[in-house]
């Protein structure tokens, strides 16, 4: 059987390209996330275009209950997940810290940290049982450094940082790989989301740069899963050349 890796917010973005990727390589895919339409269409797609197997399966990471039901429901040969690619996430607003929206900082925690755990909670003992897996969690820049008006999102990505770090150490006798990728600004539909479809808000992100394209992170994501069996990519921060750090930013026109 084709190698499997299961990805997270498979639906757009970079776990879309990152499905892309992998399906161009010949491996089989679980595809997740919440919007069940994109995920058939994707999986149509990829099965005629590359003749490879793919399950999709539409779940809410932020439910234990979900996430628990729904990868437990795969098939056994389909529990041999080699790679897990804890991609699901995103920002909502930017506000200062004292006008910052509850509701929001709950669903970013909810999302990017406790549907990071509980997918990881469930995966990483077929991993363990099989002697073998490797692990790959999206982190951010935002997750080295604070920026104005990142507060809970940047502390949600600081603890996929501190997660990466852990799981590394403790999964150490198991032969399984820890990586984070942790990029920059990259025009997806994180800015939209972030921005509740306030697209001149959205386009404001990238204005005057080139940012990184989700390309460009399954690059990245295919360069860290095909390194040698003795090799493991602990960390790779990614931004755009016209962006030093979560900061600094040389807007002119775009290269
Ligand atoms: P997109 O908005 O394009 O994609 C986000 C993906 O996450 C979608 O597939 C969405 O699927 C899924 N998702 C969100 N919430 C949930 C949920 N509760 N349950 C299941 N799936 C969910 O953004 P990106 O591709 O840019 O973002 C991917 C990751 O990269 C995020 O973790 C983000 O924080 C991180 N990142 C993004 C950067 C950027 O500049 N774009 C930079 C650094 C990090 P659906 O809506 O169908 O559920
Ligand atoms: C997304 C990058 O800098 O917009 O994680 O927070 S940033």
């Not at 992998?22 to 919440?34: P, Q, S, V």
């Not at 990029?183 to 306030?198: I, Q």
Request: some cysteine; proline content about 3%; glycine content about 8%.
């Amino acid at each position: 059987m084709n190698k499997i890796i299961l990805i997270t917010g498979s639906t757009s973005g970079f776990g879309k390209a990152i499905a892309e990727e992998f399906a161009m390589h010949g491996w089989n895919l679980i595809i997740t996330g919440r919007r069940q339409d994109r995920l058939l269409s994707l999986q149509k797609n990829l099965e005629e275009k590359f003749k490879i197997e793919i399950k999709s399966l539409c779940f809410d990471v932020t439910s234990f209950e979900e996430v628990a039901n729904s990868l437990g429901s795969l098939p056994e040969e389909w529990k041999k997940i080699d790679v897990l690619v804890n991609n699901a996430g995103l920002a909502l607003g930017r506000e200062l810290f004292q006008d910052g929206i509850l509701e929001n900082w709950e669903r970013m925690i909810d999302t990017n940290v406790k549907g990071l755990i509980y997918v990881t909670r469930i995966v990483s003992p077929w991993m363990i049982a099989a002697k073998k897996g490797h692990i790959i969690n999206m982190g951010s820049v935002a997750g080295k450094e604070a920026y104005s008006g990142g507060n809970v999102y940047s502390a949600s990505k600081f603890a996929v940082d501190a997660l990466t770090k852990n799981m590394r150490v403790d999964f150490l006798p198991f032969n399984i790989k820890v990586s984070q990728i942790a990029p920059g600004a990259a025009e997806t539909e994180f800015s939209l989301v972030r921005f509740n479809g306030d697209e001149s808000k959205a386009k404001a992100v990238y204005h005057g740069i080139t940012p990184l394209v989700a390309q460009d992170i399954a690059d990245a994501a295919w360069f860290i899963a095909s390194r040698p069996a003795h090799v493991c990519i602990n960390d790779l921060v990614i931004t755009p050349t016209q962006q030093a750090n979560a900061t600094a930013f040389h807007r002119t026109n775009n290269i």
